[in-house]
T-cell receptor, first 114, second 112 residues
Framework: AQSVSQHNHHVILSEAASLELGCNYS??????LFWYVQYPGQHLQLLLK??????LVKGIKGFEAEFIKSKFSFNLRKPSVQWSDTAEYFC????????????FGPGTRLSVLP | DTEVTQTPKHLVMGMTNKKSLKCEQH?????MYWYKQKAKKPPELMFV???????INESVPSRFSPECPNSSLLNLHLHALQPEDSALYLC???????????FGSGTQLSVL
């Protein structure tokens, strides 16, 4: 079964700092990769996804992620964070023959200081 | 309508009670999911329904019983729960498997 790991449990940044959140997965076959965000008091929202094609994926709110197949990684980046980016970020993998098995990583809490 | 609606939003129940959580979507999605989320943890998949058939059961105890009466509705029947079952229960749907998930706001369940 696939698993997903995220490098950091809690990241604290000042506004305008650059962000990179690490995500690695273990699965040898074809995968779909996602980053979800959960703002305080809100439900999960999709930030971006990778299915195929260009490994550099752009999402909403200035986020992007790069799929590096050889490293089984899908790191999330943003050049300049804002206070409103404070949230929990989840990497997720959808794999398997039928592709219904979503597995979430443990999450990274991002706190952006004003 | 791009919402997944869950009711109730909050539920308190005793260990001998029987209750049901409801989830509804009108986006024409054919895959629906139940997730369980403990505080400050990522959601954990419980069940997946695909085209109204149960396709994944992630070794969930039998005190949780899912039901998919039609393509728009998903229920989770609860019976004889334990205090450790207290959590946020999230419903999600996707147009087809492997597609973007749309999550409901969840039902916050407390088992006393």
């Amino acid at each position: 079964a696939q698993s997903v790991s995220q490098h950091n449990h809690h990241v604290i940044l000042s506004e305008a700092a650059s962000l990179e959140l690490g995500c690695n997965y273990s699965y040898g076959g074809t995968v779909n990769l996602f980053w979800y965000v959960q703002y305080p008091g809100q439900h999960l929202q999709l930030l971006l996804k990778y299915f195929s094609g260009d490994p550099l994926v752009k999402g909403i709110k200035g986020f992007e992620a790069e799929f590096i197949k050889s490293k089984f990684s899908f790191n999330l980046r943003k050049p300049s964070v804002q206070w409103s980016d404070t949230a929990e970020y989840f990497c997720a993998v959808n794999a398997g023959n039928y592709g219904q098995n979503f597995v979430f990583g443990p999450g990274t809490r991002l706190s952006v200081l004003p | 309508d791009t919402e997944v609606t869950q009711t109730p939003k909050h539920l308190v129940m005793g260990m001998t009670n029987k209750k049901s959580l409801k989830c509804e979507q009108h986006m024409g999605h054919r895959a629906m999911y139940w997730y369980k989320q403990k505080a400050k943890k990522p959601p954990e998949l419980m069940f997946v329904y695909s085209y109204e058939k149960l396709s994944i059961n992630e070794s969930v105890p039998s005190r949780f019983s899912p039901e998919c009466p039609n393509s728009s509705l998903l229920n989770l029947h609860l019976h004889a729960l334990q205090p450790e079952d207290s959590a946020l229960y999230l419903c999600a749907s996707s147009q087809v498997p492997r597609e973007k998930l749309f999550f409901g706001s969840g039902t916050q369940l407390s088992v006393l």
